[in-house]
């Protein structure tokens, strides 16, 4: 039997004028437009497409502008597709996409999503303030290789995306040292990020309090879905599995190559990848080219889908 999963993407996919085909043409994308608006108290549709695009770009506003666009792509993708949208065997997202996939499994409704995600967004760019931190990715330089040079440099893995693409975070002169060092060891390319700070590391110990405070204050159902939490690359069944994982994931490394598989290895075949760009596409296909992906993040997709 063909098994689906739904994989939200994370920052770093945003871009301006992202969703506004749904907006102009889709009333449940416009709806979530609107809803995220009244539930941040400004125009954040605005900003998603007019930009600056370097205002798009702060942690601060990437983070709700990308739970919204995802959002809005799944209700577009439902309203359009209805029936035709098979409901997924399980869902998931990449860091901050998380928060997306835990909307679509019925965790917490999209407003409040988009709070957590603001919060989040704000308690990292003030941690990011406190301690300088970076990440570049490393391309081309297996695990094993990297977690030494790692060690050397006192740096961490954030992200394990794919073989061969891993993002390592930390102090920015230890991130610098560590680029050199990898460059040493055989990686093919290693790549500075343009992020505010040292994501999914222990710099992010600040957040990451500050973030258990609010998601202790707000009402989580159990998911209806599975959701593959980042840190455990295992199902979240549970309010108190959701909940940990959430508290865990700021300073945790976001296992993306092992949810992967994990859901091919429970029968998954095919990937939706819901939201702008085709980032997770790229690194699923690199993960295992077996498997059919598809990428619903424009009106276009959208209504291929139910042709």
Not at 234 to 257: A, H
Request: glycine share 8%; aromatic share 6%; proline share 4%.
């Amino acid at each position: 039997m063909t098994q689906t999963a739904w994989v939200f993407p994370g920052q770093g996919s945003q871009s301006v004028g992202m969703c506004r085909d749904l907006y102009d043409n889709v009333k449940s994308a416009r709806t979530v437009f609107e809803q995220a608006d009244k539930a941040l108290g400004f125009a954040l549709t605005e900003l998603c497409f007019k930009g600056p695009e370097e205002e798009l770009r702060q942690t601060i506003n990437a983070q709700p502008a990308l739970v919204t666009a995802g959002y809005a792509c799944l209700e577009a993708a439902r309203e359009i597709n209805g029936n035709k949208l098979a409901v997924p065997a399980f869902t998931s997202g990449h860091s901050l996409g998380e928060y997306t996939a835990l909307v679509a499994a019925g965790v917490f409704d999209f407003s409040t999503a988009i709070r957590l995600a603001r919060e989040r967004g704000r308690l990292m760019h003030e941690a990011g303030q406190k301690r300088a931190g970076a990440m570049a990715a490393i391309l081309g330089l297996d695990e094993t290789k990297l977690a030494e040079v790692c060690k050397q440099s006192d740096t961490i893995m954030a992200n394990i995306n794919s073989p061969g693409q891993i993002v390592i975070s930390g102090a920015a002169e230890n991130i610098a040292k560590a680029m050199e060092l990898a460059t040493a060891a055989g990686a093919g390319r290693t790549v500075p990020l343009q992020v505010s700070g040292a994501f999914h590391s222990p710099l992010m110990q600040p957040a990451a309090e500050g973030l258990t405070k609010y998601i202790d204050a707000t009402a989580f159902n159990s998911p209806s879905i599975p959701v593959i939490g980042n840190v455990t690359a295992l199902p979240l069944t549970t309010t108190e599995d959701v909940k940990n994982e959430l508290k865990k994931q700021l300073l945790s490394p976001v296992q993306w190559q092992r949810s992967i598989e994990y859901m091919v290895q429970k029968g998954v075949t095919t990937f939706i990848e819901i939201g702008p760009g085709r980032v997770l596409t790229g690194l699923i296909k690199r993960i295992n080219k077996e498997v059919a992906t598809q990428n619903l993040g424009d009106l276009a997709a959208i209504k291929a889908l139910s042709a």
